[in-house]
């Protein structure tokens, strides 16, 4: 049988996820839930560095945060909405069975961001679906059951326009060395000229945090409303 995952999280491109959340991969792995992290690509050509470095170092992140990772075969600068993309999303779900799912919220700076948004979305769709072994094209599908998450979540993609407002913030202010460890390990993405940008990032965590009370936070949106057995389960705030 394969290996569960209470959490799968999907991104176009090794950096990706830790950028969004690595703070809360970090502590989710500490709570002993097992995090996968999933690259649609291998990010290759880098910037920085010659094809292959890029692999090496999200391998690195990964062990970092307490992660496992897989990269699929799509294409840098190709990644599209398209059902192979949704069916390879949707297989990896069926298969490992997650309670939630995160990926990143993009509207079109980077035509890959953007897409990774819609797949995931489709992807989660298709996972819950039966009988694909009677629709041309689902063969990938066929010999797996269909399974239904319990929550999607979307963190900001940096290179996006801020959000004026989100769902919920993950305090990652006690696992935050861990995660500007894992961004230090991608010096094919973050070196030369793009070394500044993690400055912005951890800018951002800053800000979000401090919306928050925090030192340090990940801001997610939901893709449906989020249900508590009562309101006494948020933090306090300052200014409520």
Known sequence: MADR????????????LEVVMGGTAAKLSRLGLRVLFVDLCDGDPARHAARGVRRDQAERAAQLLGVERTILGFRDRFIQDVPETRLAVARLIRVHRPRYVFTTEASG??????????IVVNGVFYARLPKWDEVEGGESLADTAPHE????FFGHCRMEAPWGRFDFAVDVSAVYEVKLAALGTYESVFGGDQAELLQRYAAEDRYVGSLVGV???EAFTARSPLLVEDP????RVRFG
Not at 5 to 16: E, T
Not at 149 to 152: A, E, N, V, Y
Not at 232 to 235: H, I, L, M, Q
């Open 5 to 16: 995952y209470d959490i799968l999280a999907v991104g176009a491109h090794p950096d990706d």
């Open 109 to 118: 700076v980077h035509p890959d961001h953007k897409a990774i948004t819609d």
């Open 149 to 152: 998450i319990d929550r999607l």
């Open 215 to 217: 030192a340090y936070a």
């Open 232 to 235: 006494t389960v948020f933090k």
